[in-house]
């Protein structure tokens, strides 16, 4: 197995498209299955962010303290108090900052939690941006022996 998962970051490390990819997840079945799994419980959703629309953001979020201005003069809609809830729930609530830089491509280096939250936010925008999670940069972070990465 060890082997195995080596041979496979060594083919995604080696990786230099799309395609390439795309075969290494095809020369492994368990993977390809995984995949096609998730994609049938999570159907992908487009997101097109408008330049109007990433201005309403920063009009929400506090660009120092990285939290949400709830003294809005328009209230939220139900289905933004969900989400919100969701993200205070989650202990995220203060990680929108880190979303909105990926949007607008700004790099920050004063954040340990940013990496993720900002490769999302460049996802949201550019599908050919690849949605990373502290999994991923983990097992990533053991193959190539790094101790840890941040910010």
């Known amino acids: 197995m060890l082997k195995s998962m080596t041979q496979t970051f060594d083919a995604v490390i080696h990786s230099r498209s799309i395609a390439d990819l795309e075969n290494v997840v095809n020369a492994n079945p368990k993977i390809a299955q995984s995949i096609r799994e998730f994609e049938e419980k999570y159907p992908k959703a487009s997101f097109d962010l408008s330049p109007s629309e990433v201005?309403?953001?920063?009009?929400?979020?506090?660009?120092?303290?990285?939290?949400?201005?709830?003294?809005?003069?328009?209230?939220?809609?139900?289905?933004?108090?969900?989400?919100?809830?969701?993200?205070?729930?989650?202990?995220?609530?203060d990680r929108i900052q880190s979303i909105v830089d990926g949007i607008v491509e700004c790099e920050r280096e004063d954040t340990g939690y940013g990496v993720i939250f900002r490769q999302f936010g460049r996802s949201l925008i550019n599908e050919s941006e690849p949605i990373v999670d502290q999994h991923t940069i983990r097992a990533y972070c053991n193959f190539v022996d790094l101790p840890n990465i941040s910010g």
């Open 55 to 93: 201005e309403e953001l920063f009009k929400s979020v506090d660009r120092v303290s990285h939290r949400i201005k709830f003294d809005r003069t328009q209230a939220f809609s139900p289905f933004e108090k969900l989400l919100l809830a969701v993200l205070w729930k989650n202990g995220h609530i």
